[in-house]
C-alpha cells in the first residue's frame, strides 16, 4: 500500500507557495483568454479550419524558439527570464483588449497577437519548471509537481466558467484585461523568490550547448519515451480547438455551456492530481502513466459520439482524470532524472512534444473537422492515441517496466 502525506505538503515551504498562488492567478487569467480567443475567433470566422490555425501559430514560435528559451534558462537566472517574460504576457493580454474595445481586431491580429504569445511562453516554461526543484526539498518534490500540475488544471476549471459568464456579459475584452492583471500578480509573487540550491555549473551560450540538451533526451530512455507518448496522445486527441464547435452547432449550449465544456476535463483531474499529490511512493509507474493515456483515448471516444451535455461532461471528466495521471508521473520523471544545469535544455526539448502534439493535433482536428464532423474529427482523435500508445508501449518496454525508484534528485 503507497505511503501517503498531506495533498498540499510541500505549500509549508513559504516560496513555493508563492510561486504557487501567483502561478495560480495567471493560470486562471491564461485559460480564460483562451475560451475568449476560440470563441471570437469562431464568432468572427464560423470556421473550423480558422480554429485549427490557432494551432499551427502557437506551435511555429515553439519551433522557433523553444530551444533558445531552454539555452537561456540554464545559461542565465532563471527567476529573471520568468518575470520579463511575464511582462510582455501582460502587454500582449492588455494590446488585446485595446484592439477588441476599438473593434479592430481579426483574425490576423489574432494570429499574430498569439504567436508572439507563445513566443514569450517558450521563454517563460523552462524558466519556471526549472525553479521548482529549488523551492522544495527532494522529499516533497513529486507533491510539488503534482500541486503545479493541478494550477493548470484547476485553472481550467475556474477558469472557462467565468469567461463564459463574462463574455455574455462584458464581452471578450473584459477576458483579455483581467488576464493582463493576473500577470502583475504573479510578478509580484516572483520577486521575493529565493531560488537557492541551483548548480552553478557554467553552460556556453552557443549552438552545441543546445545539441547537447537534444542529445541528454535522446539518450534518456525515460524521457524520451516519455516524450513520444505525451506527443501523439495529445497530437491525436486534441480537440479543445473544437470545443466552440460542440457548444454552438453539436450540443447548442452557447457560451455558458462552452465554459462548462472546457472546465470539465479539469475536474477530473484536479481530482485525480488531488489523490497523485497525497501520495509519497507511486509504484509500477510505467504502467500506471499508460493506462492514464489509454483512458485518456477512450473517453474522447466517447466524448466524440456523445449528443448530450450531461454525457459529454461525464466523458470530458475522464479525459481529464487520464490526462493527469499521466502528466504528473511523467513530469516527476524528467525533472528527476535530469540534473540542474541540464534542466532548461530538457523541458523545452519536452516543449516541442508536449505544446508541438496538441497544437498540431488542433490542425489536424480543424482540418478533419471541416472534411467530415467535428464529432468524427474527435472519435478518429480518439482511436490514433489508443492506437499510438499500445505501440509505444510495445517498443519500449522499460517505460512499462519504469517504478519510480530508478531516478533520483
Given at each position: 500500500m503507497e505511503k501517503r502525506i498531506s495533498p498540499f505538503a510541500s505549500l509549508q515551504y513559504k516560496d513555493f507557495r508563492l510561486f504557487w498562488v501567483g502561478s495560480s492567478a495567471s493560470q486562471i487569467g491564461t485559460q480564460m483568454q483562451v475560451v475568449a480567443i476560440a470563441w471570437q475567433l469562431y464568432q468572427l470566422t464560423h470556421s473550423p479550419i480558422s480554429l485549427g490555425l490557432l494551432g499551427l501559430f502557437g506551435f511555429l514560435p515553439i519551433l522557433f524558439f523553444a530551444f533558445l528559451g531552454g539555452l537561456t534558462a540554464d545559461r542565465f537566472d532563471r527567476k529573471n527570464q520568468l518575470i520579463l517574460s511575464q511582462i510582455i504576457l501582460g502587454i500582449l493580454a492588455i494590446i488585446l483588449a485595446?484592439?477588441?474595445?476599438?473593434?479592430?481586431?481579426?483574425?490576423?491580429?489574432?494570429?499574430?497577437?498569439?504567436?508572439?504569445?507563445?513566443?514569450?511562453?517558450?521563454?517563460?516554461?523552462?524558466?519556471?519548471?526549472?525553479?521548482?526543484?529549488?523551492?522544495?526539498?527532494?522529499?516533497?518534490?513529486?507533491?510539488?509537481?503534482?500541486?503545479?500540475?493541478?494550477?493548470?488544471?484547476?485553472?481550467?476549471?475556474v477558469g472557462p466558467g467565468i469567461a463564459g459568464f463574462l463574455i455574455e456579459l462584458y464581452g471578450v475584452q473584459s477576458i483579455y484585461a483581467f488576464n493582463g492583471v493576473t500577470f502583475i500578480i504573479l510578478i509580484l509573487t516572483l520577486v521575493p523568490l529565493k531560488t537557492a540550491g541551483a548548480e552553478k555549473k557554467h553552460v556556453p551560450f552557443n549552438i552545441r550547448s543546445i545539441t547537447d540538451g537534444i542529445r541528454f533526451v535522446k539518450n534518456s530512455p525515460i524521457i524520451f519515451s516519455s516524450m513520444l507518448l505525451d506527443f501523439f496522445a495529445t497530437f491525436f486527441s486534441s480537440a479543445t480547438a473544437l470545443m466552440p464547435i460542440f457548444a454552438?452547432?453539436?450540443?447548442?449550449?452557447?457560451?455558458?455551456?462552452?465554459?462548462?465544456?472546457?472546465?470539465?476535463?479539469?475536474?477530473?483531474?484536479?481530482?485525480?492530481?488531488?489523490?497523485?499529490?497525497?501520495?509519497?511512493?507511486?509504484?509500477?509507474?510505467?504502467?500506471?502513466?499508460?493506462?492514464?493515456?489509454?483512458?485518456?483515448?477512450?473517453?474522447?471516444?466517447?466524448?466524440?459520439?456523445?449528443?448530450?451535455?450531461?454525457?459529454?461532461?461525464?466523458?470530458l471528466f475522464w479525459v481529464g482524470a487520464g490526462d493527469m495521471v499521466s502528466t504528473i508521473i511523467r513530469n516527476t520523471a524528467r525533472q528527476l532524472v535530469t540534473p540542474d544545469y541540464m534542466r532548461g535544455r530538457m523541458i523545452s526539448v519536452n516543449m516541442i512534444f508536449i505544446q508541438g502534439g496538441p497544437k498540431l493535433g488542433d490542425v489536424e482536428a480543424g482540418l478533419l473537422a471541416a472534411a467530415v464532423g467535428a464529432p468524427i474529427s474527435v472519435v478518429v482523435g480518439g482511436v490514433g492515441t489508443i492506437i499510438a500508445a499500445l505501440i509505444i508501449a510495445k517498443v519500449f518496454p522499460h517505460l512499462r517496466r519504469y517504478q519510480g525508484r530508478e531516478v533520483a534528485v
Open positions: 485595446v484592439e477588441t474595445i476599438l473593434g479592430v481586431v481579426t483574425p490576423g491580429v489574432i494570429y499574430a497577437l498569439m504567436f508572439l504569445s507563445t513566443a514569450a511562453q517558450t521563454f517563460a516554461a523552462p524558466a519556471r519548471q526549472s525553479i521548482i526543484p529549488h523551492l522544495v526539498p527532494a522529499k516533497h518534490f513529486m507533491n510539488a509537481v503534482s500541486l503545479s500540475t493541478l494550477t493548470r488544471q484547476a485553472a481550467i476549471v454552438t452547432d453539436v450540443l447548442k449550449t452557447g457560451a455558458k455551456g462552452l465554459g462548462l465544456l472546457y472546465a470539465a476535463p479539469s475536474v477530473g483531474g484536479v481530482l485525480a492530481g488531488l489523490i497523485l499529490s497525497s501520495m509519497h511512493e507511486l509504484k509500477h509507474q510505467g504502467k500506471i502513466m499508460i493506462g492514464g493515456v489509454l483512458v485518456y483515448g477512450l473517453a474522447t471516444i466517447g466524448f466524440g459520439l456523445s449528443q448530450t451535455l450531461p454525457l459529454t461532461l461525464f466523458f
